[in-house]
């Protein structure tokens, strides 16, 4: 992903979230992906697809079992 389109997804993001402390930083040796932070905490990976001309980001963020409260 270029500067401008994490930018952009970085945007609307915050936007969606309502959180102004995320950020994508750009993933050492991979030009489609992006790492996501809240803060100083990483969080997930976005992805940049191509599907016959049009793209797509896709937000992935792994939850671990022991992060979920005990119900």
Known sequence: MTTGERARVER???GVFGVTS???APLHGNQDCAEV???EEYIGLIFKSEEDGEFSYNFHMPIAASDLPIS
């Open 37 to 39: 932070f809240l803060g």
């Open 12 to 14: 609307y993001l915050r």
């Open 22 to 24: 995320l950020r994508l």
